[in-house]
């Protein structure tokens, strides 16, 4: 089981959209993943990038005939942080809807 632990970098809410679209599948064809969070190419990219210097999410650039083809998918290190925030996230709800806050 992952442990609760609040994470500042995937909280970010575009950031959080990525992961959570990640989470859901292997790998994820860079096209897609821009139009269901209809992001610009640049503004993905640059959010990409974030999420692969911490080591979160692997892209894999490739060529399909004469067109490029960019692919990603969360890595291990991404999907314990992804599923720890989301823990996180839930013990945060739970306290609220006791009253424990």
Same mark, same amino acid.
């Given at each position: 089981?992952?442990? !609760?632990?609040?994470?500042g970098?995937?909280? !970010?809410?575009?950031?959080?959209?990525i992961?959570?679209?990640?989470?859901?599948?292997?790998?994820? *064809?860079f096209?897609?993943?821009?139009?269901? =969070?209809?992001?610009?190419?640049?503004? =993905?990219s640059?959010?990409?990038?974030?999420?692969?210097? !911490?080591?979160?999410?692997?892209?894999?650039?490739?060529?399909?005939?004469?067109?490029?083809?960019?692919? *990603?998918r969360?890595?291990?290190a991404?999907?314990?942080?992804?599923?720890?925030?989301?823990? !996180?996230?839930?013990?945060?709800?739970?306290?609220?809807?006791?009253?424990?806050?």
């Amino acid at each position: 089981m992952t442990s !609760a632990k609040f994470d500042g970098l995937i909280h !970010a809410p575009t950031r959080l959209g990525i992961v959570a679209q990640l989470a859901a599948a292997d790998w994820v *064809v860079f096209k897609w993943l821009r139009d269901s =969070l209809e992001l610009s190419d640049s503004a =993905l990219s640059k959010q990409l990038t974030t999420l692969s210097d !911490a080591g979160y999410v692997e892209i894999h650039k490739a060529f399909v005939g004469k067109r490029p083809r960019t692919t *990603v998918r969360l890595s291990p290190a991404g999907r314990e942080a992804f599923e720890g925030h989301v823990a !996180a996230l839930e013990e945060i709800v739970a306290r609220s809807r006791s009253g424990a806050l």
